[in-house]
């Protein structure tokens, strides 16, 4: 049965792959290239294109890192591949199981490209399936067509590392975060660390894990020694600092759950919550209003047990 799936997705791909427009892809040197989505909410005006999209060529062959939020994305990233390097794409890696990063992953099968990803993310991506598909497909129609999960069959627990052959990548996977999937990767060749959704660069984080648990993988973070990041959201690398990007993000983190802490103590509703807390941070986030009001509904009730 599972052939069959994989077969039919094959056919659309053969037919409709040549309809696709290549990504634009920034050049950062070294073999490295990043595609910078743009900052749309999923429920507002989304495009199946918010996230960063990047891939690595090694001596041997390919690593993609996040695929898109569609079969059409990820086709236009693999035609932007093609038009840098016909090297063999060996490996493509989810950071996490958001649908803006995995939905393109259907575009690589016909690479026979090995999916990678944390040991947690074939369960989640189960457990998700149906309401993925179902309102993605509300979100998108037709420019949906052909998209699929595809699972990683190669998964992390703890490290693990990819050979390109002139270059190494190294992947980590976190405990419960951003997300309860995601995972880092690190090329020691360049020296720089994709971070997926554990960083996001002037969209508003969003919480779909642990704050706690995000807070204590930022303080990991902090001493990675990688001169460069690419995080799973920005609109661009230059002049870019990461590491103040990261306190950036700790700061509103904690000025959240503060914030939260604090109502909960004076017997606030959390409705009300979600018009005060982390308020002092609305200057200096995309999207704020939308993505902040869903932080509290996601970890206000579990704070009320602390």
């Given at each position: 049965m599972l052939k069959r799936i994989m077969l039919?997705?094959?056919?659309?791909?053969?037919?409709?792959?040549?309809?696709?427009?290549?990504?634009?892809?920034e050049n950062l040197g070294?073999?490295?290239?990043?595609?910078?989505?743009?900052?749309?909410?999923?429920?507002?005006?989304?495009?199946?294109?918010?996230?960063?999209?990047?891939f690595i060529v090694g001596s041997k062959g390919i690593a993609v890192i996040d695929t898109g939020g569609s079969l059409k994305t990820g086709q236009a990233?693999?035609?932007?591949?093609?038009?840098?390097?016909?090297?063999?794409i060996l490996y493509v890696i989810?950071?996490?199981?958001?649908?803006?990063?995995?939905f393109g992953n259907a575009a690589f099968i016909q690479d026979k490209a090995t999916f990678v990803g944390h040991e947690k993310l074939p369960d989640a991506m189960e457990r998700r399936r149906e309401n993925y598909l179902r309102i993605n497909q509300q979100w998108l129609g037709d420019a949906f067509a052909g998209s699929e999960i595809i699972k990683p069959s190669l998964l992390v627990k703890g490290e693990s590392k990819l050979d390109l052959g002139d270059r190494t990548l190294l992947l980590?996977?976190?405990?419960?975060?951003h997300t309860n999937t995601d995972l880092t990767v690190f090329d020691h060749k360049s020296s720089t660390l994709w971070t997926?959704?554990?960083l996001f660069v002037e969209r508003t984080p969003s919480i779909d894990g642990d704050i706690k648990g995000w807070l204590a993988v930022i303080n990991a973070l902090k001493t990675n020694e990688a001169?460069?990041?690419i995080p799973g959201h920005s609109s661009s690398l230059k002049d870019a600092n990461w590491k103040k990007q990261l306190n950036d993000q700790e700061r509103y983190l904690w000025t959240l759950l503060n914030?939260?802490?604090?109502?909960?103590?004076?017997?606030?509703?959390?409705?009300?919550?979600?018009?005060?807390?982390?308020?002092?941070e609305r200057s200096y986030w995309q999207l704020f209003d939308i993505v902040n009001r869903r932080n509290v509904n996601n970890i206000y009730p579990g704070l009320e047990w602390e």
């Open positions: 039919a997705i094959a056919t659309i791909l053969s037919t409709t792959f040549a309809l696709a427009s290549p990504l634009t892809m070294n073999g490295i290239y990043v595609h910078h989505g743009v900052h749309e909410d999923m429920s507002e005006g989304y495009h199946a294109d918010i996230c960063n999209l990047s990233l693999r035609e932007a591949i093609r038009q840098v390097s016909e090297l063999p989810n950071t996490h199981v958001h649908p803006d990063h995995i980590t996977a976190y405990p419960i975060a997926g959704d554990l001169e460069f990041a914030d939260i802490r604090a109502s909960i103590k004076k017997g606030e509703v959390m409705e009300k919550a979600m018009g005060t807390a982390a308020a002092s």
